[in-house]
């Protein structure tokens, strides 16, 4: 079990290494937090977010974000809506030089655990059809394909795919 802020001693994952005595933790995102999400949200986004998207999402009571820190550096974010019983994953991202470590599947396991225990029983999420990497963790996470949004990303007018896991 995973708790917020709890200090977590990695392992060796199937979808990467980690130095078994480095560690992390996972806490709510702070207003704090910003700058270094933006930072992220250009390097892995076509059209990142802006201060002001985020901002706005964070001030939102259907929101949650939650970010993921090692030695006070922060390595990556999620972002999600929660209502009732269903959790729509917003954004989630992890800075280029910490990736193929394990923490965006971190950060989707502890919301998981995190939303499941307060009767939370479906997740889904939109991504670009032609985002392999993302994709193929998803489905490692138990993900699956269950639709397509013709046009969604309308940056590029590429589709994406509605992934969905149900607990």
Known sequence: MINQGQKIQKKKQKWGFCHPDETFAIHEMKEKDIEKILKIEKQSFITPWTDKMIKETILSPLYTGFVIEENNVLLGYI?????????????????PDYRGRGFASHLIHYIIEHYGKSGVSYFFLEVRDSNIRAIKLYKILGFEITGKRKGYY????EDALLMELKL
């Open 79 to 95: 972002m999600l809506y929660s209502v009732l019983d269903e959790v729509h994953i917003l954004s989630l991202a992890v800075d």
């Open 154 to 157: 309308t940056d590029t007018n």
